[in-house]
C-alpha cells in the first residue's frame, strides 16, 4: 500500500487542477473569475509587487512590476527583466488579470513588467509597440486575414499590403534579438503554423531562435500554465526561465 500513495497523491492533485480549470471555465465564461482564479493560487512569499505605476497619464496607461524581495544566490550580477505583453485579440484584457505571471517569474528570481498597452479601436497598427520577445502564441503570420475576422481586419487594413506592415514574418532581416517561440500544437485560436513560419524565417538568416511546440496543448492552457495548480500541464516556465537564464549568462560574459 504504502508504494501506491505517491501516485494515488499525484492523481488527487491532477484531478483538482482540473476540476479547478473546468469549474472556472463554465462561470458563464467570464473572464474576470477565470483569471481570478487563477490569481488566488499564486505566490506571494518572497515577492514584491508595485502596482499602479503610472507610465503615460495622456492615455491613461498603467503598469505593474513584480519584484524577488531577495537576489538568489546562484545569480550573479543584475537580475534579468521580462516586460510581459498579454494577449486578446489587440481588443480587451487587464494587466492585472495577469499577476499569477509576474508572481510566477518574480518567485524564480526574474522582475517582470505587466503594462497597460492601448488596444483597438482607440489604436491600430500604427500606435503598436514593436519589440524582440519571448512569443507565447503569437500571430506572426497571417496575411491574408479571413474575411469574418471583422476586428483583425479593422486593426490592420482591408488590403494584404496594409496587413503585411503588421506581419512579423515580413521583417526578419538577420538583426532580430534572440527569440523564444512556445506554441501549443492543439491551438485552434492561432494555428501553430504560425510559430513554424517565423522560426523558419529566422533560421533562414542564421538567428537565434527557439522554437518548443507541447503536443495536445491548447491556447489559453499554454499561458495557464504559468499559474501553480496548472503548472503541470506543459513546461511553459520552465522553458521560459530556462532561456532567460541562458542568455542572461550570455549577456553577462560579454559585459565582462
Known sequence: MTSSQPRYHFEICHLRACLLLVALLMLGGCRATLFAGLN???QHRGIKQRRNIVFDAAHDLDLDV???EH????SSGSLPIVVFFYGGDWTHGKRQWYRFVGTSLAAQGVITVIPDYRKYPQV???GFMQAGFIG???VYDFVPIPAFEKDMLGTFGHQPAEQR???PVAFVSGHEPPMLLL???ADHEVDPSNAVSLDKAMQ???EDVTLKLYPGVSHSPLLFAMSRPLRGHAPTLADILRFIRSHQSASDQHSH
Open 71 to 74: 537576489q538568489p544566490p546562484s
Open 66 to 68: 513584480y519584484l524577488p
Open 165 to 167: 506592415l503588421a506581419e
Open 136 to 138: 507565447l502564441a503569437g
Open 204 to 206: 533562414a538568416e542564421h
Open 183 to 185: 506554441q501549443g500544437t
Open 124 to 126: 491600430k497598427m500604427e
Open 40 to 42: 488566488s493560487t499564486d
